[in-house]
């Protein structure tokens, strides 16, 4: 299987998933990049069976109207009764690196409204330790050189995602060299840095279900 294959298969696992629970006034939490993509155009099917979604990002919300899936604002909605996003790294506990795409924010808004994270992903995602991948954070522009200054302190290499913006009108730097042994620990760490929007850990909330994509099909992890 390609790894476009791995991540639909992940999505359909994620559909089979949340499919029972699909009421008339169900308002379901979608997150942002190729998998959720992938998620988003299998939901287009079912688009009869429940209210709408509310997205984690522009993107995923002009994709969900474009398969006439309605678009609430959260603020309208309240908590919703899943999130279903993809990840750039999920270690054993279900926490994560996410932001790759530079939704991080809203990401973990939605997540954090949601009574169940559901992490879809391929298994090149899964990790012994967080920190291969380059942790996004998210800053306000006037702060990113001070942030970098603070990220270095703690032993990252800080690098600015030129040319990005992000829907919250921020600026991403990712951090390069930077293993992480404690996330929630790390977390709490980063998001206190005065200009800190928010870091692409996601350790607090991290995903209740794992589907898992491989050669070998689909695992349900929690
Ligand atoms: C976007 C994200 C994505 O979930 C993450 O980057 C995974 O993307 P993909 O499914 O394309 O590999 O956090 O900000």
């Known amino acids: 299987m390609t790894q476009d ?10 559909i089979d998933e949340v499919r029972p629970y ?34 984690s990002s522009e993107a995923s919300a002009e994709r969900l109207r474009r398969h006439d899936i309605a678009v609430f604002e959260l603020n309208e909605v309240g908590s919703v009764p899943f999130y279903i996003d ?32 559901i992490c879809i992903a391929d298994a090149s995602k899964r990790v012994a330790r967080l920190g291969a991948f380059p942790l996004p954070v998210e800053v306000i522009p006037m702060a990113r050189s001070y942030v970098a200054r603070e990220l270095v302190k703690l032993g990252a290499d800080p690098v600015y995602r030129q040319g990005v913006v992000t829907d919250n009108g921020n600026q991403i730097i990712d951090c390069f060299d930077f293993m992480i042994d404690d996330p929630v620990a790390m977390e709490a760490r980063l998001n206190a840095i005065v200009g800190v929007v928010t870091n692409g850990l996601f350790a607090a909330r991290g995903a209740d279900v794992l589907f898992l994509g491989d050669t070998s099909g689909v695992e349900r992890l929690t």
């Open 5 to 14: 294959e791995l991540k639909d298969a992940v999505a359909a696992a994620a």
């Open 22 to 55: 699909l009421y008339r006034d169900t308002v379901l939490g979608i997150g942002t990049g190729s998998t959720a993509n992938c998620f988003i155009d299998r939901l287009a099917e079912l688009r009869d069976s429940f209210k709408g979604a509310v997205a």
């Open 86 to 117: 993809g990840a750039d790294e999920v270690n054993a506990h279900l926490h994560m690196i996410k932001g790759g795409g530079a939704a991080l924010t809203r990401e973990k808004i939605v997540a954090a409204c949601s009574e169940l994270f």
